[in-house]
């Protein structure tokens, strides 16, 4: 099983960027989708999560209106796209895989991959 997430980097503080989340070695298309961050001194945190068809998601408050989850089940990947980025958004962001209904509880998910840094800064 991997997922691999790709597409951080820097960016200045009202851009944006889409990070991508590659799955291999699982059904993609029966598992729900969730992207975390974690900043640097503090807890994880739920961003955004899609339900295994994609017609239901859910978002943080913190990023409602400016993120987008996504997925393509024919690809085997999801995405976010990170749209008016702030500083605050500067962390690590994880994707994970879960069998089951998205959830915005980290301790749901199966499965996780190494993460990719994002940095908002001018």
């Known amino acids: 099983v991997q997922l691999v997430e790709s597409g951080g980097g820097l960016v200045q503080p009202g851009g944006s960027l889409r990070l991508s989340c590659a799955a291999s070695?699982?059904?993609?298309?029966?598992?729900?989708m969730g992207w975390f961050r974690q900043a640097p001194g503090k807890e994880r945190e739920f961003v955004a999560a899609?339900?295994?068809?994609?017609?239901?998601?859910y978002y943080a408050d913190s990023v409602k209106g400016r993120f987008t989850i996504s997925r393509d089940n024919a690809k085997n990947t999801a995405y976010l796209q990170m749209n008016r980025v702030k500083p605050e958004d500067t962390a690590v962001y994880f994707c994970?895989?879960?069998?089951?209904?998205?959830?915005?509880?980290?301790?749901?998910?199966?499965?996780w991959g190494q993460g990719t840094q994002v940095t908002v800064s001018s």
């Open positions: 899609i339900s295994w068809s994609g017609s239901n998601t």
């Open positions: 070695g699982f059904t993609f298309s029966s598992y729900a």
């Open positions: 994970a895989a879960d069998f089951g209904p998205a959830s915005p509880f980290g301790g749901s998910y199966d499965y």
